[in-house]
């Protein structure tokens, strides 16, 4: 077990306090003094290794099943001795433009809280010693720690939402860059990697999803938590879940933003492939009905006939190839005109 518990401490009135090594005396320590609670934070733990704390600490099966398997969307169960939330913590990685999410759990229930972390990110060290540094705050039991939790995780759903409106800037100087995507323009990271501006439009789509799939469901737990009535949670809470649930709301107006202005983008990209595709189209026709008059006149006069007219006439070359001349520049002129050349 020591392998997979990050951190496990006894709290009582808001400050940490020395306890028993073994999380199970420790569990029945804060429980015997009534006003303390324990808070132990798990990695990545194996099915065996959870065991140990579903039976100690009472945890519902099909939450302990949840906790275990990775891949859950954001939810808030509520079971008859514990309360189970589930978050999805998102970060951002400047070198790739990319979004990874990550998994973690929250249970809280009669004096103790119980975290489990899936993957890299999403790590609650910091957030252990900001409540330790507030004991104002961590005084008010298991409900601090979720909300500490729940807001450390929204307020980064902010930040990441930021750095990504910063890349979709710098996409979107390239789609409508006056040399087009791929001129003479100063290229941003994402143009760098040599992927077309379409796959890379896309390829931002998908990041942006990621982080949907990360913060949109959560918004029914968050507004769950801000309402009344939730067991396991302070009474006096409400307002600062409403707090965190307005900072999500903020969070998921973004992304909505950033993933309808990426439609948008995509739509006007697709619109000037047409309309070059139109141009290029333009510009072979009209070299084309230039060659086609001198192939015209001259696959008229190659054909082997005896009598043909002007063949004895001295200047009928001169004037066949000045005809073909005349012909083609004005062609040129009127498709110069036009803009077709």
């Known amino acids: 077990m020591p392998a997979?518990?990050?951190?496990?401490?006894?709290y009582r009135d808001g400050r940490r306090t020395e306890g028993p090594a073994d999380f199970s005396d420790a569990l029945d320590q804060a429980r015997a003094e009534g006003d303390a609670f324990l808070w132990i934070g798990l990695h990545d733990p194996t099915p065996h290794e959870f065991d140990l704390v579903r039976d100690e600490f009472g945890l519902h099966p099909l939450a302990v099943e949840d906790a275990l398997h990775a891949h859950q969307r954001p939810k808030l169960e509520v079971y008859d001795d514990s309360l189970f939330m589930v978050l999805k913590p998102v970060e951002y990685e400047p070198?790739?433009?990319?979004?990874?999410?990550?998994?973690l759990m929250v249970f809280i229930g009669d004096s103790f809280v119980v975290t489990v972390r899936h993957g890299e990110g999403g790590a609650l060290s910091a957030v252990r010693q900001q409540l330790e540094a507030e004991p104002e705050v961590l005084k008010h039991g298991p409900t601090a720690v979720m909300y500490a939790v729940s807001d450390t995780v929204v307020d980064h759903y902010i930040e990441v939402a930021a750095e990504l409106q910063v890349d979709l800037e710098e996409l979107e100087a390239d789609v409508f860059?006056?040399?087009?995507?791929?001129?003479?323009?100063?290229?941003?990271?994402?143009?760098?990697?040599g992927s077309s501006t379409a796959a890379r439009i896309y390829n931002f789509k998908r990041q942006v999803l990621e982080f949907r799939r990360a913060s949109?469901?959560?918004?029914?737990?968050?507004?769950?938590?801000?309402?009344?009535?939730?067991?396991?949670?302070?009474?006096?809470s409400q307002p600062f879940f409403r707090d965190v649930n307005d900072h999500l709301l903020h969070a998921n107006d973004q992304v909505e933003g950033l993933d309808r202005l990426l439609s948008d983008i995509l739509a006007a990209h697709l619109a000037?492939?047409?309309?070059?595709?139109?141009d290029d189209m333009r510009k072979i026709s009209a070299w084309a009905a230039m060659a086609a008059v001198p192939t015209l006149v001259?696959?008229?006069?190659?054909?082997?006939?005896?009598?043909?007219?002007?063949l004895a006439f001295i200047w009928g070359y001169p004037a066949v190839i000045a005809f073909m001349a005349v012909v083609v520049v004005a062609l040129h002129r009127m498709f110069k005109r036009r803009g077709w050349l």
């Open 4 to 10: 997979v518990i990050v951190d496990c401490g006894i």
């Open 95 to 103: 070198e790739g433009d990319t979004v990874s999410t990550g998994e």
């Open 177 to 193: 860059a006056p040399s087009g995507s791929d001129g003479g323009a100063r290229p941003s990271r994402a143009a760098e990697s």
């Open 216 to 236: 949109v469901p959560l918004a029914a737990p968050m507004a769950r938590l801000a309402a009344a009535g939730v067991p396991f949670v302070h009474d006096h």
């Open 272 to 278: 000037q492939m047409g309309v070059r595709q139109n």
């Open 298 to 310: 001259a696959g008229i006069y190659g054909m082997n006939f005896e009598y043909m007219p002007e």
